[in-house]
């Protein structure tokens, strides 16, 4: 063997062969991979450590309100965007939901606390990574739970919210694109001076809408409120020749993520609640704490919906 034999990649041993094979085979049939499987029923019966991603004393609050840690979980979906970017960030983290579920399941949880959005700022083509990464959590006193609430709330404002008998029920995900082919070149009137480009406000407030309503269907079947909502927004143009005509086109693209929840209406506050959640990817503009999803470098503060 030469000296450069020794920096040559080296063969996956078998066992690696196969656990690569399982995974693969268990994202085609959509199941759990039979590793990660072990090591969720591991942590449900006490045989193996749980863990978590809640800081001391968000265990010590949870643990004071009946909420016992099972295991860190996690969920990933790459998608690969064919026809829509746009749309494909919604089935990117409606897929990513669903295996985290999947696994809550698995090891016998009623919620997941603390789920972060995370992507990985990779170049691979026309494809997108979706994360979500949280705790699964038994509540004393319940069996465990067939549909698992998922929270995207820290742990800390989890137990706020239970105590104001709001329950926070899931991610709930709009997004709408729309072209605007201006044939007429009049949304360009740049020559004017300051003046409203009324195709450019129409298109935009269209776009905005229908992601909003695509939002409220989604949240609709899990709950009856939106905490809190991330804005992804952007704009193109490009140029078009058509029998010898130039024009411009238009592509504007709107996506909104949103924390939903289950309250009944008319329910006093039994405290003050300054934040429920924090979805942005900077500083908030409420408190401008540390950043709790990573999920886009969001370009708009609007608030609660």
């Known amino acids: ?37 072990e090591r ?5 019966s006490g045989a193996k450590p749980w863990m978590a991603t809640l800081t001391p004393a968000e265990l010590l609050i949870t643990r004071a309100h009946g909420l016992k ?31 985290l579920a999947q696994e809550a399941k698995a090891c016998g949880a009623n919620a997941v606390l603390d789920v972060k959005m995370r992507t990985i700022p990779l170049e691979t083509g026309e ?19 067939s549909d698992p609430v998922i929270a995207t ?46 195709q450019l406000s129409s298109l935009w407030n269209d776009v905005r809408n229908r992601a909003h309503a695509n939002l409220r269907e989604a949240a ?36 909104v993520i949103a924390t939903t929840v289950d309250a009944r209406r008319g329910t006093p506050l039994p405290h003050d609640i300054s934040m429920v959640v924090d979805m942005c990817a900077g500083k908030t503009p409420l408190q401008g704490r540390k950043p709790h999803h990573q999920s886009y470098a969001s370009n708009e503060q609007d608030g609660a919906i």
């Open 1 to 37: 063997m030469g000296l450069f034999d020794h920096f040559k990649p080296k063969a996956p041993a078998p066992e690696e062969l196969r656990r690569q094979a399982d995974i693969l085979m268990s994202l085609r049939g959509n199941r759990i991979p039979t590793a990660t499987l």
């Open 40 to 44: 969720l029923q591991g942590a449900a």
């Open 69 to 99: 840690p099972i295991a860190a979980i996690s969920a990933t979906c790459w998608l690969h965007y064919g026809f829509s970017w746009t749309l494909g960030h919604s089935q990117g983290w409606e897929a990513a939901l669903a295996r």
């Open 127 to 145: 494809s997108m990574d979706f994360t979500l990464l949280g705790t699964a959590v038994k509540i004393d006193g319940l069996p465990p739970s």
């Open 153 to 198: 709330v820290p742990a800390l404002e989890f137990v706020k919210l239970l105590e104001a008998d709001v329950v926070p029920t899931g991610i709930a995900i709009g997004a709408h694109y729309q072209w605007l082919s201006d044939w007429n070149n009049s949304a360009n009137q740049a020559w004017m001076g300051n003046i409203e480009a009324p």
């Open 220 to 255: 609709r079947p899990r709950g009856n409120g939106v905490l809190a909502h991330v804005n992804f927004s952007q704009m193109f143009d490009r140029e078009r020749e058509v029998n010898e005509r130039k024009f411009k086109e238009y592509l504007a693209r709107y996506i």
